[in-house]
């Protein structure tokens, strides 16, 4: 082998591992697609909401990240020591009638559920600034 065909071999295998690298990447991208489908009625949720959770000596607050979804469309239960936030982000009819380039803010069916320790209830809850925020006051006499 001259050097002329080792060094075509070498860009070959580079073109070659490009080539691979670009199909993970669009498969990867196929995948985030329709992991974020909306979810028809009746089936699982289509996403879960990221939360903080902030506890004090008073008591907890949880703050769960909703944007674009109406106060309508949230349902928050409190029930044995289970907080359960469900709802539904629906896109909009305008969009809906558009070819979409890119979804990568989930839309669909939501739920998310956390353990709360005992000893801590439910003050309420109001939608602020794109995210619900709960309150929770420790029942008196608990640590």
């Given at each position: 082998m001259d050097a002329d065909q080792g060094e075509w071999g070498m860009r070959d295998?580079?073109?070659?591992?490009?080539?691979?690298?670009?199909?993970?990447?669009?498969?990867a991208e196929r995948l985030q697609r329709r992991f974020f489908q909306p979810a028809p009625s009746g089936r699982q949720p289509a996403w879960q909401p990221p939360m903080d959770v902030f506890e004090s000596s008073?008591?907890?607050?949880?703050?769960?990240?909703l944007p674009g979804v109406s106060p309508e469309e949230v349902q928050v239960i409190f029930s044995g020591n289970v907080l359960i936030v469900s709802g539904q982000r629906r896109l909009s009819a305008e969009l809906q009638t558009g070819h979409i380039?890119?979804?990568?803010?989930?839309?669909?069916?939501?739920?998310?559920?956390?353990?709360?320790?005992?000893?801590l209830t439910l003050q309420g809850w109001e939608m602020r600034d794109g995210c619900l925020?709960?309150?929770?006051?420790?029942?008196?006499?608990m640590k």
């Open positions: 295998l580079e073109d070659i591992m490009w080539m691979q690298a670009i199909d993970m990447l669009e498969r008073g008591g907890l607050q949880i703050v769960v990240a380039h890119r979804l990568e803010i989930p839309y669909g069916v939501f739920d998310r559920r956390l353990q709360i320790p005992d000893g925020h709960l309150s929770f006051r420790r029942q008196r006499g």
